[in-house]
């Protein structure tokens, strides 16, 4: 359950294998405090200038949500996938709490790693997921033999640890930059919706085109 408002599952979602915490009984997850602090003092200095932020707890994932709508991201704080700030970029058109809903679904499922995110690993139906799980990814937008990173749009992490914060200025640095370029970048438009959100909802039609880099 995530404090955003969201129903998170219904019943075609349970042909989903999901996760089982990682953390033992009686054990805590451990959080990077200073990126933490830096990710609030982001929505606050941004909730004063008026744009729209907003983060929560996600009790599924264990994990803060961060959605920084004019940076275009959407920021994961998840101390079990390698003590790392997560950062995913939004598709304009599509829901954010849809997208949220999403990101949630596809990480907790078993076969997804921070490796298989990150190197966005392609992952076979019969191996990697099982043929009911491939369909409810199709319904979200995922393509077979394709990886979860490409399906949620991954962006960059930055990598913290708590028993090193003498390096947080360094940490809170790269999140400001990440956000920036965010903000200073394009925007994602979908020509196919995923079936989950046809004739569900109405698709703003005057976005800015992405444009890829040359580098």
């Given at each position: 359950?995530?404090?955003?408002?969201?129903?998170?599952?219904?019943?075609?979602?349970?042909?989903?294998?999901?996760?089982?915490?990682?953390?033992?009984?009686?054990?805590?997850?451990?959080?990077?405090?200073?990126?933490?602090?830096?990710?609030?003092?982001?929505?606050?200095?941004?909730?004063?200038?008026?744009?729209?932020?907003e983060w929560g707890w996600c009790r599924d994932l264990q994990s803060f949500i961060f959605v920084f709508k004019s940076h275009n991201r959407i920021v994961l704080e998840r101390p079990e996938y390698g003590y790392a700030t997560y950062f995913f970029e939004i598709v304009e058109s599509l829901p954010i709490d849809w997208q949220i809903k999403r990101l949630v679904i596809a990480m907790k499922l078993t076969s997804c790693s921070r490796t298989t995110l990150i190197e966005n690993k392609p992952l076979l139906v019969g191996e990697d997921l099982t043929e009911g799980e491939a369909r409810v990814l199709e319904e979200y937008g995922w393509v077979r033999n394709s990886g979860l990173g490409t399906m949620l749009n991954y962006?960059?992490?930055?990598?913290?640890?708590?028993r090193n914060e003498r390096y947080s200025s360094d940490w809170r640095a790269k999140i400001g930059r990440?956000?920036?370029?965010?903000?200073?970048?394009?925007?994602?438009?979908?020509?196919?919706?995923?079936?989950?959100?046809?004739?569900?909802?109405?698709?703003?039609?005057?976005?800015?085109?992405?444009?890829e880099d040359q580098f």
């Open positions: 359950v995530c404090t955003f408002p969201l129903q998170l599952f219904s019943a075609r979602e349970s042909l989903l294998k999901f996760s089982t915490a990682r953390h033992t009984k009686g054990s805590k997850a451990v959080y990077c405090l200073a990126c933490l602090i830096s990710l609030i003092e982001q929505t606050r200095y941004l909730r004063f200038r008026n744009s729209p932020v962006c960059d992490r930055v990598v913290h640890d708590k990440l956000l920036m370029n965010g903000y200073e970048g394009g925007r994602i438009i979908l020509t196919e919706l995923p079936s989950k959100v046809v004739n569900k909802f109405t698709v703003d039609q005057s976005p800015e085109i992405k444009l």
